[in-house]
């Protein structure tokens, strides 16, 4: 079975969709809408060539939603079975397999990015990838610092995981990791605690928007962050979706209950090749490819 993957956060690079713009007519069309519905000529700091300008949560998420979607729409070859994306990457998914439309998945990422962008400043704080330590170890050194935030937010594969918290927690945690034997305790460059209780604000924010969105039957099911399974129902969906916000990234569990499901074929669809490189790391049977 074919599954397609989409990309989140941190795998946007300047120029990113410019040779789609040039190339193909419904590039052209669907950037343009999106600089109507954003207010902004989005491309313009797209195709540039300043990293900086993409940093910016609220032109990181809409631009990489966009590449991704605008790259499945041009594939003649887009026939996904089964999809998924990581954190941002839900949303890239949602419209693949037509549960929601680009018009509403679009204004949906923008007002995520501005509410995410609002409670990084309201609460700073931070992420850290944690390499060569088992979850469950890396679970409990989090659970054990009661005085900071501190959460496994991205099960990325077997041996990383990223944690998030408050500044404080994560240079506790990251001393910890450490001393317990960690390869790696990498503090990472973003702009807030993503995936944690630092993000209630937002993730409050984001519900009054997604329950005031049309979400459809999805064309095949979506294998979602918050529990890993499959889902087609568009209540299900909405919840998750809003859950997501202050819940873990399970893409390792994802990656292999798409395989179990019968997944032999992961295309990323999207900026970077991320996803994949995680894929060969969960899925070892498993062919993967850019769309």
Known sequence: ?????????????????????????IAKTLFEQANGILGFRITDLMFGTNDEDLRQTK????????????VAKCSSEFKPEMVAGHSL???????????????????????????????????????????????EKVEEICAGITEEIVVAANYNCPGQLVISGSIKGIEIACELMKAAGAKRALPLQVGGAFHSPLMEPARQELAAAIAATQFNIPACPIYQNVNAAPSSDPETIKQNLIAQLTAP?????????????????????????????????IALEAEVASA
């Open 1 to 25: 079975m074919q599954a397609y993957i989409f990309p989140g956060q941190g795998a946007q690079f300047a120029g990113m969709g410019k040779d789609l713009y040039e190339n193909h007519t």
């Open 59 to 70: 032109v990181t998420q809409p631009a990489v939603f966009l590449h991704s979607v605008i």
């Open 89 to 135: 990457g839900e949303f890239s998914a949602l419209v693949a397999n037509q549960c929601l439309s680009f018009e509403d998945a679009l204004q949906l990422v923008y007002k995520r990015a501005l509410a995410m962008q609002k409670a990084c400043d309201q609460n700073p704080g931070t992420m850290a990838a944690i390499l060569g330590l088992p979850d």
């Open 249 to 281: 990234v399970k893409w390792t569990q994802t990656v292999q209950n798409m395989a179990k499901d019968g997944a032999t074929k992961f295309t990323e669809s999207g900026p970077g090749k991320v996803l994949q490189g995680l894929v060969k790391k």
